[in-house]
């Protein structure tokens, strides 16, 4: 209780958010995550599977209540996620054998969704999650970003320009109503340098694309870098992928970081402190680079919830208690 809310130690460099379920918005789970946190993230409750009925409907009942219980708390909300190969629904774009739509059928179907998406939560959110997860990992030649694309259920009934076609969707709605709402693209393995090569090479073209025929503005606002590190991530490899998105004129939001460490739920004092060392050079690094950084988000609010809870990457442990992470993330300084 006598913790120093994250948030506060942030306040003049960037938002602090953390990935919420509806039970995060309960008891001691609410506590911790009002007390260090100004933004949140719907860990699952906004992919584009679950926006819409067995009837293929749109239905945002469940989203609808967690983004007011969020807005309530006087958090600020951020959108993910508009077009995904996981958590989607696969009628989208395939038929009833498995095979892709026509690119008419899936492009239609792909702008019907994001249009309606966007429109729906409207400026109940800061951002979107457009685009997730489009490159693969570890792309052989990454320069050519096309031939790096995840061969995707929407990638094969459109092609590679589903990605742009998704954001000009957004943008579209964007425009007709007036709303400052940050448009992103989203990935993880975002230290692997081939990979933020062709995240680089991709943004860059489909930017200046745009920026050519609309007075130099930008159609991709800002890269997120989802942060799922582990012991063994360079933080120098995150400072060359940072520094390279930044180069482009965008924003970066570091938007789902963990790191594990130790295993089926144990972690060795030693393992406590590398894991908070490594939260601590990466808190520097985003502290140099604060004036380009949206927005630094968790990934879960504690090690027994989290999606890789036998690898304990969190900041307070199983039982709501602060580890050295959080120690780490409150003073990099004094803890390097
Ligand atoms: O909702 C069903 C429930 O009805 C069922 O009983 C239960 C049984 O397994 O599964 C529930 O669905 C689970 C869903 O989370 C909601 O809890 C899925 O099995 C489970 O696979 C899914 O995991 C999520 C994962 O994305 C899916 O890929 C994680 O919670 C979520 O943390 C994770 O988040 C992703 C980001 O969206 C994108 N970046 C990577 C990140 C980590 O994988």
Do not use: C
């Not at 950084?293 to 199983?318: C, E, H, K, M, Y």
């Amino acid at each position: 209780k006598d913790l120093i809310p994250i948030k506060d130690v942030y306040e003049d460099y960037f938002l602090v958010g953390n990935a919420v379920s509806a039970t995060d918005l309960e008891g001691n789970r609410r506590e911790l995550l009002t007390m260090h946190h100004n933004l949140a993230t719907a860990e699952n409750a906004m992919k584009p599977a679950y926006s819409y009925n067995d009837e293929r409907e749109f239905d945002f009942t469940e989203e609808d209540e967690l983004v007011e219980k969020v807005l309530e708390e006087g958090l600020k909300m951020h959108g993910h996620v508009l077009v995904w190969h996981q958590q989607s629904a696969e009628w989208l774009y395939t038929d009833e054998n498995g095979e892709p739509l026509s690119r008419e059928e899936a492009l239609e179907n792909l702008r019907t969704h994001v249009k309606t998406v966007v429109d729906h939560f409207g400026t109940s959110v800061v951002s979107w999650d457009v685009v997730n997860e489009a490159i693969i990992d570890n792309p052989p030649n990454p320069m050519d970003w096309k031939a790096s694309l995840r061969q995707s259920g929407w990638y094969q009934a459109i092609g590679p320009d589903y990605i742009e076609q998704a954001f000009l969707a957004a943008k579209e709605v964007l425009d007709e109503k007036g709303w400052d709402i940050k448009l992103y693209y989203n990935d993880y393995n975002d230290d692997n340098q081939p990979k933020a090569e062709a995240i680089y090479q991709m943004v860059k073209e489909i930017n200046e694309n745009y920026a050519a025929e609309n007075d130099g503005e930008l159609l991709i606002d800002g890269i997120g870098m989802q942060g799922h590190y582990n012991l063994n991530t360079n933080p120098e490899n995150v400072r060359r992928s940072l520094e390279k998105f930044i180069s482009l004129g965008v924003e970066v939001g570091v938007t789902e970081l963990d790191i594990t460490a130790g295993s089926e739920g144990v972690l060795t004092e030693e393992e406590a402190v590398a894991q908070g060392y490594l939260y601590a050079q990466l808190f520097q690094l985003y502290k140099e680079h604060a004036e380009h950084i949206s927005r630094v988000t968790f990934w879960g609010l504690n090690d027994a919830t989290s999606w890789r809870a036998d690898q304990s990457p969190l900041l307070f442990d199983r039982d709501m208690q602060a580890k050295p992470a959080y120690y780490a993330v409150i003073d990099p300084e004094k803890f390097i």
